[in-house]
């Protein structure tokens, strides 16, 4: 069973806005390219992924994800401008036009605690079935959709997230409330909570502090 992993990434200038409460434009900036590296190294690694697509119109994003033996391909579609779902739906067409036997995983570009091996055991669960989904922490919205081969579904990102996959037909996987794959970073405070940042986002985070 082969995944391709879709991840939906704003880019600038209105990257992560909620932060905006704390952090300026570059530092938002700076923090959501480092989540959403440290998230498609955690995917390129994850078992089982034979590609990464990125949705986004970020300029220059290829160049942080320069192709290696060992991990999965990073493709770049360009972000077609109908809001997340509209990105996400055209990021599934483009996984699927690169392989059609292929399962579907859209994962959030926020999610900078995310390990290969949390993924990976996600995606075991999910392919368990036609149709999945993972909350985030606060268990309202949703951090992971997984569809199987041929199945078709729209994605409900947004408030009330979890309730809208759930109506639409998927499985809830029950996932720790620790794993990296719930504690997505939507507001100022989240960020307090990062307890184990990956390497991008650790060393963002370091730079910001010093310059306090």
Do not use: C
Not at 117 to 143: M, N, Q
Not at 149 to 161: H, R, V
């Amino acid at each position: 069973m082969t995944w391709r992993i879709v991840i939906p990434f704003k880019g600038a200038p209105s990257s992560k806005s909620r932060l905006a409460a704390r952090f300026d434009d570059l530092s938002r900036h700076a923090l959501a390219l480092a989540f959403l590296q440290d998230v498609v190294a955690a995917a390129r690694a994850a078992a089982d992924v034979a590609g990464v697509t990125i949705v986004s119109s970020e300029p220059g994003l290829a160049t942080l994800f320069p192709d290696a033996a060992d991990l999965a391909p990073v493709a770049i579609t360009p972000d077609p401008r109908h809001g997340l779902n509209g990105a996400i739906a055209h990021g599934i067409r483009a996984a699927r036009a690169a392989d059609r036997e292929a399962r579907v995983a859209v994962l959030l570009g926020d999610l900078p605690e995310l390990t290969a091996g949390e993924l990976s055991a996600a995606l075991a669960a999910a392919g368990r079935h036609p149709l999945a989904y993972v909350t985030d922490a606060a268990g309202d919205g949703t951090s992971l959709i997984t569809l199987a081969a041929g199945e078709s579904a729209q994605p409900q990102f947004g408030a009330g997230s979890a309730a809208a996959h759930a109506a639409a037909g998927f499985e809830r996987l029950e996932v720790a409330a620790e794993s990296g794959l719930r504690r997505d970073v939507d507001a100022p405070d989240d960020v307090d909570r990062i307890a184990r940042p990956g390497r991008h986002t650790g060393a963002v985070l370091a730079g910001l502090n010093a310059g306090l």
